[in-house]
């Protein structure tokens, strides 16, 4: 359980990272920049290999055939938190902590792990 909210703080941090990234490029409809954000996180970790970690507690890897849709996916996500909780564009932070306590107390962690790793030989 300590592992979880850890791993959520780390994810917090990291969307705030990111949203910080984002932030130079100066995007003013900040629609746009929840979903970036959104949708760069997921990218990212794939390529940080955040994903491989999630794939590696069932000896697995991840696997990139799915990774530009659910990418999307949770950009719009992101966007539906950002809009439904009404959350300021500074607390992105929280955002992401959110998403990763809501994926792993629904399952949808287990999910991914079912789906979007191949065993390693």
Known sequence: MILLFIESIFIGIYCYIIYNIIDI???ENI?????????????SGYYLNLHD????????SAISKYLIIDSIGEGFLFLLLYNLFKFNENNIIYVGIFIHLLFEILGFHELFRIYRCIPIN
């Open 25 to 27: 490029f100066t995007i």
């Open 31 to 43: 629609y746009y920049k929840i979903f970036i954000i959104g949708f760069v996180k997921h990218f």
């Open 53 to 60: 970690y999630y794939c590696n507690k069932s000896n697995s």
